[in-house]
């Protein structure tokens, strides 16, 4: 590996950097799936910071994307969630400096985060939590964005907002920082799925006001809260939606992050019950001159350096290579984990 130096340039010239790739879609067990590589390191475009990244975290999308996405025949780098110290900076960035510690998530189209050197724009990153270290902040990006664009982004929930939200697989990455942002930003009454003594009392640490078990989602649900609730966010949809359409009040939202096959919503139809999908590449994707990603991230920033707001890192570990990346996988592919898997670099 390179050690990289700081420096203030546009380019990085020659740099190399150890990367954790795939080569070939499928299992973790099949041949090429996570491997120690030595790659080169593109000169950071106009709004590119350089990062050299300390740790991320693993989120199912990183799953998803090794088993289905063929890399064609080239290392394909995954990795989304990190923070890190930028040490290059593009002829047009803004808001960063060299030197200054990051969090992102990054997008679906450029080499990941599992990597020494990363490049990544400038809007899609917020400067890292200070009461945090390099570990604990790599939990939180992609999960909170996810929970604030489905809140207050697709929910349309504004300060103050109240009301009660049912939130399933609460124990979950996502869930874990939407019941806490929730509990920051809204006066939501919140109920959260949890089907383990150990997954209900880490929601309740997380800011759940009732919990009750996904298993029987429809009646466990309605013994809580009789009169329904008005909004669901669902990390597990699939076979839910006539649940979701008896809980629900009438003109109630769903808003589900994940993706169920063979979804059928004509039970939301006699309530004129709603159904959005949050999506937190769809910004990186289509509407890449925003910057809203970039605020968000500072926000939460803010609000963890104020207290109000933890790292969901319940996993940690050491160093960042293709070993203890299969280890994140499979625990993440257990769909069982609580909070945040994450993987640093030694210290
Ligand atoms: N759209 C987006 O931008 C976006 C962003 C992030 C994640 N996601 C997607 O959201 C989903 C969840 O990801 P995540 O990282 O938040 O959580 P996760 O790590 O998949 O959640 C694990 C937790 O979910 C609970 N769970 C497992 N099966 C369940 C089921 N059938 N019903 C309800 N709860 C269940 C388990 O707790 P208990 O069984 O003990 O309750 C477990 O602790 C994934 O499909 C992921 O790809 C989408």
Same mark, same amino acid.
């Given at each position: 590996m390179t050690t990289p130096s700081t420096d203030s340039g546009a380019t990085a010239p020659g740099r190399t950097t150890r990367a954790v790739a795939h080569l070939n879609a499928g299992p973790l067990d099949g041949s090429g799936a996570l491997l120690d590589v030595d790659l080169e390191v593109d000169a950071p475009g106009p709004r590119d910071l350089l990062v050299e990244v300390r740790a991320v975290s693993v989120n199912p999308v990183d799953v998803k994307v090794r088993a289905s996405r063929d890399p064609a025949g080239r290392p394909g780098v995954l990795g989304f969630d990190a923070a890190g110290v930028v040490v290059a900076v593009g !002829?047009?960035?803004?808001?960063f400096a060299v030197g200054e510690e990051v969090f992102y998530a990054g997008s679906l189209e450029r080499a990941g985060s599992d990597a020494g050197l990363q490049l990544v724009d400038e809007r899609l990153v917020g400067h890292k939590p200070?009461?945090?270290s390099f570990a604990e902040a790599a939990a939180l990006p992609l999960t909170a964005l996810t929970a604030w664009e489905a809140l207050?982004? !697709?929910?349309g929930l504004d300060e103050g907002a109240e009301g009660t939200l049912l939130v399933v697989g609460a124990a979950g990455g996502v869930g874990s920082v939407l019941l806490q942002l929730a509990r920051a930003r809204t006066r939501l009454r919140l109920l959260a799925t949890a089907s383990r003594p150990e997954s209900a009392q880490w929601v309740r640490r997380m800011g759940a006001h009732d919990v009750v078990d996904h298993h029987d989602l429809r009646d466990a649900v309605l013994a809580v809260v009789p009169e329904g609730v008005d909004h669901v966010v669902s990390a597990y949809s699939a076979g839910n939606a006539q649940a979701f359409a008896d809980v629900l009040r009438v003109r109630g939202a769903v808003v589900a992050i994940d993706d169920p096959e063979d &979804?059928? &919503? %004509?039970? &939301?139809k006699p309530k004129s019950q709603s159904w959005h999908w949050e999506f937190v590449f769809t910004r990186p994707l289509f509407e890449p001159e925003s910057s809203a990603q970039h605020e968000v991230l500072e926000e939460v920033s803010r609000l963890v350096d104020a207290g109000e707001l933890r790292t969901t890192m319940t996993t940690l570990l050491s160093p960042l290579d293709a070993a203890n990346l299969t280890k994140a996988h499979r625990l993440v592919e257990s769909? !069982? %984990?609580?909070g945040k898997v994450v993987v640093a670099v030694a210290e």
């Open positions: !002829a047009d960035v803004e808001s200070r009461t945090l207050f982004g !697709a929910l &979804l059928d &919503l %004509t039970p &939301l769909s !069982a %984990t609580i």
